[in-house]
């Protein structure tokens, strides 16, 4: 049982380049979400989404773009990625909502350069 | 608003010692109340969650956390630290007037010294 992964593990882009991160869980979970995290400052939620076909906006969703296609995928995109976008990229699902617990993936480094 | 602070951005304990990790909250309704810990380049672990019931909630590793809603806060408790306990501990609310958003703290790095 795989939980929740993450493609890829680390990536390095030059501003204004595009990329798209996967997130894949294999526990049937109807919620799921992409964070950030930066130093001092905990994880912030930048897009989820509570079921397939669906996406929602969080804290901080300026410059990226998710889908959801698949129950089981969830995809973060960043147009034209930019400094201020570096970062730790994590994924998290849940099997529903407000009071259930999030599994994590292991995280995306993303420096964009 | 809802929002989590952890007061302390590091906590230094000798292993063998009592530990605590402060939080504390602010939401406009009951809280659902959450901590995970992080080691070196992995992601969030669930610890513990508060949702309703006893103040007391017992999770894993031996880590418990008190639920106290006067002075809003959740704090993280463990009897006997572990150097194995060494990593970044987050605390993390939902509000459930403010839908999916689930608020996490700064961190606190915890250190346990052989």
């Known amino acids: 049982n795989a939980g929740v992964t993450q493609t890829p593990k680390f990536r390095v882009l030059k501003t204004g380049q595009s990329m798209t991160l996967l997130c894949a869980q294999d526990?049937?979970?109807?919620?799921m979400y992409w964070y950030r995290q930066d130093p001092g400052m905990g994880l912030r939620l930048i897009h989820y989404s509570v079921g397939e076909g669906t996406t929602a906006k969080g804290e901080v969703p300026d410059g990226y773009n998710v889908s959801r296609l698949k129950k089981q995928n969830f995809l973060l995109g960043l147009e034209s990625a930019a400094p201020s976008q570096t970062s730790v990229y994590f994924c998290a699902s849940s099997v529903s909502a407000m009071a259930d617990t999030q599994y994590f993936g292991p995280g995306t480094r993303l420096t964009v350069l | 608003a809802q929002s989590v602070a952890q007061p302390e951005d590091q906590v230094n304990v000798a292993e063998g010692n009592p530990l605590t990790v402060k939080c504390t909250y602010s939401?406009?309704?009951?809280?659902?109340l959450f901590w995970y810990v992080q080691y070196p380049n992995r992601g969030l672990q669930f610890l513990l969650k508060?949702?309703?019931?006893?103040?007391l909630v017992k999770g894993s590793y031996g880590f418990e956390a008190e639920f106290n809603k006067s002075q809003t806060s959740f704090h993280l408790k463990k009897p006997s630290a572990l150097v194995s306990d060494s990593a970044l501990y987050f605390c993390a609310v939902r509000d459930p007037y403010y839908g999916q958003n689930f608020v996490f703290g700064p961190g606190t790095r915890l250190s346990v010294l052989p």
């Open positions: 526990m049937n979970h109807e919620y």
């Open positions: 508060y949702i309703t019931g006893d103040n």
């Open positions: 939401v406009s309704g009951n809280p659902y």
